[in-house]
Structures are given as C-alpha cells and as structure tokens.
C-alpha cells in the first residue's frame, strides 16, 4: 500500500493533472501557428498595382518569445503570472513573423515584423515559471501544487473548456426523425478552415441525394459523372462490385442522359441556378476542389478519388438501409474527439490571421493608390490580431458563434478548480432531448467521471475528465502509414 503511493507521489511530482492541456498548447506554439502561416502563404494572392508591375508578400518563420511588459517609458522587461493579477494586466507573449517583399520576381525588402501578442498558458513551455523549483516559485509568490493550464487576461484567470465533437473525416448512417428520407448519412469533411457537413440522402422512390455548400439535394450519381468517373458500369462496380442493389440502378437510369462529365457539369449549374457563362465549368470545378470532400484533397488530381469515396459513402449507406450492417454508434468514444486549448486557438488564430493578411492588402492598396507607399512596415497592424484573440479569450465569444469557451477559473477550493480544468462540454444543445448523448456509455469508463455533472438542462451535456485521464495528441505520419499498407499487401498506384 505504501509503495503505490510513493508511486502516486513521485508520478505527480513529474506530472500534472491537467498535463494534456499544457501539451496540447505548447504543440500550438510550437507548430501549430507556423503550420497556420503555411496554409496562409500557399492562397496569399499575387498583387499588380499600377505603380508595381508585380508585387508578393512572403511570410517566413514564426519566433515567439516569453512574456513580457513594455512600461510607460518604452523599457521591455518580463512579467510573471503574479503581476498580471494584480495590475489587472494579460499575461502575453509577442508573436514576430519575417516577413518579405518580393517585386518583379526580386526580394526587395525583409524584416521581422510585430504581429500580435498571444496570450500565454500558466505553467506551459513559454510561460515565465517553466522549469522553476519550488523555492523560485515561492519566490515569485506561486504556488507550487498550483497546476496551470489556465490564462491571465485583464487580470482575470481564464480557463478555455475543452470541446467534445464528433470525429471528422467519418461516414455515419442513422434514422431520420424528420424529412422524406427513412436514412440520413452524413459526413463533416474537416481541412483547415474548412469543415463542411455532406449529407447522403434517398428519397422513396429510390433515388439517392446529396447536399453538400451549394449543391441542395443533388443526384448522387451526376455529382459522381462530374467528378470524372462517368461510366455507369464503373459507379455501378464502385458501389458493389456483385451488384446486388436495384436501388443502384434506378439511380444510374434517372442520370441516363449524362453520358459526358460536362453534361453532368452542365446539370449541377442548372440545378444550383448558376447563369449562363462562359467560365461556368470552370466556377463548378472550383467548387468541387474546395468544398466537396476537402479532407481528401483541393488539387484536380484528386476528383477522381472524391467520386471513388463517393460511391464507398453510398454503399455503406445502402448497407445500413437494408440492415445488412448495424449503425455505428455516434456516442461510442471512438467516434469522439476532444477540442482543448491548442486546437482552440489554433482555430482562433486561423481565421483572425486570415483578416490580418486581407487588413494588409487593403492598407497596401490603399497606400499605393495615394502615391504614399514606401515600405510593407507600415501595412502591418499588430494590434488587430491581439485585440481579436484577447477579446475572444476575455468574453468566451469563439468563432462559430460558440459561447462559453473560455470561462472565469472557479478558485472555491483546489477540488472546484482541479474540476473547473478538466471540464469537457459537448456542441448538443442542451434544450434539446439528445437522450442517447446525456447517457453514460461503457468507453466513458476511465475516461470521463460518471458522477460529476450538473443537475438539470446539461445533465450528460458537461463532464468532467476522469483524474488521471490523458488525452493523446494526433500526430499523423503519413508515410509510416502508407509502408504499413504496403508491408500488409497493398499496392501504391
């Protein structure tokens, strides 16, 4: 008995408790914003004022440094956790980009440039008390069985609760409680920014939908046409290689006229209303490489494989809708993922960036136009990016129209903020019914506390982690995976 709790004491005096959220920060700082400025240089647009033949502005790398205090007098020095709370300050690190000019194909002009400023974790990997002893704590006035994983901003401790969503990139069939359709199958294909809901559909006459932005109850099997797979024996094979569903058929005969991938293209425009143009092709292949399954990719290469997955998602509906195979649990934890601190701001991030980059070339436009543009300092302002994020952080307002997401720390008792940082709340509305999301399922065990949540609209809604729960970074290798696949007998074509 004595021995495992020296086991316990030594594992908490390497560990914390809420360990998975201050990873999961430092992962943001440490790749996730650069990752963010990547994504941001490969759509930032080419520039061709009249004055500039061509003008490009490359981002480079992001350096972040630990908190600091500029004070009245202009003087940098750095700040712990303690004076913010008192001087009702943010405790917040600067974010630096270098940044370039590149005209006519030519660097002209690189610096490093003042972006924002970015709230910083208590206790993370750039906070100011990392690696600290006890002693040094002391020092700086902390406690040391203080576990972090909260934010100082105006003063305020702030704690962002961690989301629990259903997991992208999956297909799930369930019944339909409203609309024509017995069976409603659905998909979020998550890419970035992008996360977009495609819903498969199949009226009673057999015929099979697809919704998806734009496109309001499509045939499936035109959507499939201008994608590029346009052979009605090869959807046909796609979808089931024995044949064995008419509903395959009846499908294939409604589109019997699309025999090209225009005339699919063709139809799509006119079913979504899209006027008589001369680049219409060209505005609905657009469409397609950005919102129809973007998880699989955005490049022309991949249509094909869109319309392969496609056909998969309907063959898996079809099996569900005869009840060949059983539906997949959404409220199994497999099917669950969750949101914390970094991929909260890195969502945050990403979408105040993308006003940051459209903020400068507006200013450079506008600069450019009056005859007074003499250098890409003066089009960057910092305060935007660090007004945005410390706002959403101070009043919870997230992106999405999400409210609650950062919260005031409860400090009653070390048990009601240790509670307070292993909050988990679920999107579901809590008005509504959702009996089967409130219910306490078997893969919670370990995982999540089976007592601890509210009486009331949220019971089941808002949990709470289980104490020593850990909660896994995704961390995807990709050619690990494909020499796995090959290894296992799989070809790469």
Same mark, same amino acid.
């Given at each position: 008995?004595?021995?495992?709790? +020296? &086991?316990?004491?030594?594992?908490? %005096?390497?560990?914390?408790? #809420? ?11 440490? $790749? ?31 350096? &972040? ?11 940098? $020095? ?10 009702? =300050? ?23 440039? /003042? ?9 993370? @990997? ?32 702030? #704690? ?9 990139? @999956? ?23 992008? !996360? ?17 932005? $734009? ?11 201008? =994608?590029?797979? &346009?052979? +009605? ?8 290689? +024995?044949?064995?569903? +008419? ?8 589109? #019997?006229?699309?025999?090209?991938? *225009? ?76 949101? /914390?601190?970094?991929? /909260?701001?890195?969502?945050?991030? !990403? ?53 609650? &997401?950062?919260?005031?720390?409860? $400090? ?11 909050? #988990? ?7 509504? %019914? ?40 995704? *961390? ?8 796995? /696949? ?8």
């Amino acid at each position: 008995m004595y021995r495992y709790k +020296d &086991v316990i004491k030594n594992y908490f %005096e390497k560990h914390s408790f #809420v360990e998975s959220n201050i990873k999961s920060f430092n992962n943001f700082m440490d $790749r996730g914003i650069q990752k963010i400025i990547d994504e941001t240089q490969q759509v930032l647009p080419t520039i061709i004022p009249s004055e500039v033949s061509e003008f490009k502005i490359k981002l480079g790398k992001i350096e &972040v440094e630990r908190p600091q205090i500029v004070e009245s007098d202009g003087s940098k $020095r750095k700040v712990f956790p303690i004076e913010a709370r008192i001087r009702k =300050l943010t405790y917040s690190a600067p974010v630096y980009l270098n940044v370039s000019a590149i005209i006519d194909g030519v660097e002209r002009e690189s610096f490093k440039a /003042l972006i924002g400023k970015i709230p910083i974790m208590v206790k993370s @990997k750039y906070c100011n008390l990392n690696g600290l002893s006890n002693e040094k704590l002391m020092e700086h006035y902390e406690d040391s069985n203080d576990p972090g994983g909260y934010f100082i901003l105006n003063g305020n401790e702030r #704690v962002l609760i961690i989301v629990e969503d259903l997991v992208s990139n @999956k297909f799930f069939v369930e019944k339909s409680k409203v609309g024509p359709s017995p069976f409603v199958g659905r998909v979020y294909s998550e890419k970035g920014s992008y !996360r977009i809901p495609h819903v498969i559909e199949q009226m009673k006459t057999g015929s099979i939908y697809l919704t998806v932005t $734009r496109f309001n109850r499509v045939s499936a099997i035109a959507m499939i046409k201008a =994608l590029g797979l &346009v052979k +009605d024996e090869d959807i046909a094979r796609f979808i089931s290689e +024995d044949n064995q569903y +008419d509903d395959v058929f009846i499908n294939l005969y409604e589109n #019997v006229e699309i025999k090209t991938q *225009d005339d699919a293209i063709e139809f799509l425009a006119k079913k979504i209303g899209m006027a008589q143009q001369e680049d219409r092709k060209k505005r609905i292949l657009e469409m397609f490489d950005k919102y129809v399954l973007p998880h699989i990719g955005s490049s022309k290469e991949m249509r094909m494989f869109k319309a392969y997955n496609l056909c998969k998602y309907i063959k898996r509906f079809l099996m569900v809708s005869k009840e060949e195979i059983k539906q997949e649990a959404k409220d199994h934890y497999m099917n669950k993922r969750l949101k /914390l601190s970094g991929d /909260l701001l890195e969502d945050l991030f !990403r979408v105040n960036m993308a006003s940051l980059i459209q903020d400068m070339l507006y200013n450079f436009q506008r600069l450019v136009k009056r005859g007074k543009f003499q250098s890409i300092k003066i089009i960057i302002r910092d305060q935007l990016l660090t007004s945005r994020i410390k706002s959403a952080m101070a009043t919870g307002s997230w992106i999405g129209g999400r409210k609650g &997401v950062s919260q005031n720390m409860d $400090r009653t008792n070390y048990l009601a903020t240790l509670s307070h940082l292993q909050r #988990v709340v679920s999107l579901l509305s809590s008005t509504q %019914e959702n009996f089967e999301a409130r219910a306490l399922h078997p893969t919670h065990f370990g995982r999540l506390c089976p007592i601890e949540t509210p009486e009331g609209t949220p019971i089941g809604l808002r949990k709470n982690l289980a104490m020593l729960a850990r909660i896994s970074e995704e *961390d995807v290798n990709e050619d690990k995976i494909k020499k796995q /696949l090959e290894v296992s007998g799989l070809k790469n074509v």
